[in-house]
């Protein structure tokens, strides 16, 4: 296994200390609960936003703690769900006059997790709501998955209700426009290798030198297909093709365009594929009105992309636009 | 190989004009030069900073073009230095009343190109001056280098001089700067696995699943020694071990600390390794007083890492400070 690990176990945890050691002034670290918050959260005048996933998908969700973005995460160990008290206990530490809102990628065991964490701290008097994340068209249900899966789209769902709720927006309003903005949010993604847990120690599929996976999950579950290796070209033009043709995307549309790095694929790669799936969109007569290249959600170390497609209308455009500070925009 | 490619003649065009189309407003693309030029440069009342090296090192540097760094990025092809009128000419296009200040990595090719751009351009009545980046500790000659090699240490250069551009220092104030800033920075990296030239098609060099390269250079160059793969903390250790003790830094003394990655490790790999480099470097009394971790010069898709370290003083902090605006931090 080829990876900076100490001991598989303390993977996260050495990991997660190293992000609060990078951000003193800025964000606070709770290691009983996993858990990255904002050094001045909670706010009463400001509706806490949580996300919990598993680890292994940084920068998401840990590193996209700040101002304008999320105000805490509480992952749990690599591509496994937070259990229950780190969702109850980091929603009582990030209570807020104005409620606490969950933002969930649909995964079975998220769900579970987050429902139950939820449950609990309204019985404690906590005011919370959840609004889910499935963006990805690649298949209905998989492996941890009934319906579809969320990904690299809901980056897209957390900046425009992040922006709202440092504007002051209420819970109700914050629910309302995270699913507005799911609802035009569409992604695919590809993997051209699989992916290694730090705790297993070998990867997680089989991928021949000439395979690859089309419409690969962030946890390396099964696509639409296993194919033969094709060209960036022909690989972009299929996922913008399955994107577009879902929602379906249409002449005279604005988008933002997300091509995002499953974890070990070179940016110089990611501005290659940014290149083709623009002059694919505007030739569709797709205007292409923000652009996001890097990664975003990941997947451990594979080598892969996926493609994000938002529609845009000009409230959207306005809070993408609205400032965020997070730990790994340093230059 | 596993990438994502077209043709690879054409994998460094392609790149660029990605940069160019999700940049329409700030960035202007002059394929004949491979240049990446910030739109609104070059100003007279503004010295213009000018980098090009080879390519495989984004986002250094046509990535990191922007305000408040670099006015424009002319690579050769991947990892080589670029031609002597792709010099020239970005210079004559860069032109200012101001000046022209060129910062060079110190690699034989990319400083003869350089060195002969600077003398013609000079020739037409351009004023020129050049710094010289020599960071790495690692080795003192190498495969392509008289000297020490310049590696990620480049963007404190960069980034200081940049800053103090955008606020109208002149050209020998900028050349002292960058000297300055260069004579404070020490870098080392390490690799896990070997990287893969898209025109080459398979590794540069042969690493084995349970061997990794200390002292690696940025284009595959043999480092001081090839050993047994160890821990993360292993690791870290030895390479703050050697940085620190080149300059030396010494008690007392307050650094910036850059985890860099160089292509395919993972960011949650780079925070782990950044709490335990920060976590040494307080144990020896050097207090941490900014930090960077991500990926600032990659090497293609290798996996692996480098540390740098930078003796801070308030002037430098401040610069620092200063805000940037590059294509590569949209959140």
Known sequence: MKKF???PKQFV????RGIALANPGSLRYVPAYNLIMRADAPRDDKVSVLQGSGSGHEPAHVMIVGKGMLDAACPGDVFAAPPVDYVLETTKLLRSEKGVLHIVNNY????????MGRELAEAEGINVATVVVNDDVAVQDSTYTVGRRGVAGNFFVIKAVGAAAEAGAG???LVALGERVNAVTRTMGMALTSCTPPAKGSPLFELGDDEMEMGVGIHGEPGRSRERLASANEIVDALVEAVVTDLPFQRGDAVALMINGL???PI?????????AHEQLEGRGI????SYVGEYC????????SVTLVRLDDQLVSLLDEPAEVAIRTF
Chains 1, 2 share one sequence.
């Open 298 to 305: 990941t997947s451990l170390d594979m080598a892969g992309c």
């Open 171 to 173: 819970l109700d309003d």
């Open 5 to 7: 690990v100490n001991d």
């Open 108 to 115: 079975t065991g998220d769900g579970m997790a987050f429902e």
């Open 268 to 276: 110089s790669e990611l501005y290659l594929l940014y290149g083709r």
């Open 287 to 290: 205007q292409v009105g923000k």
């Open 263 to 265: 974890g070990a694929t």
């Open 13 to 16: 945890p050495e990991m997660l």
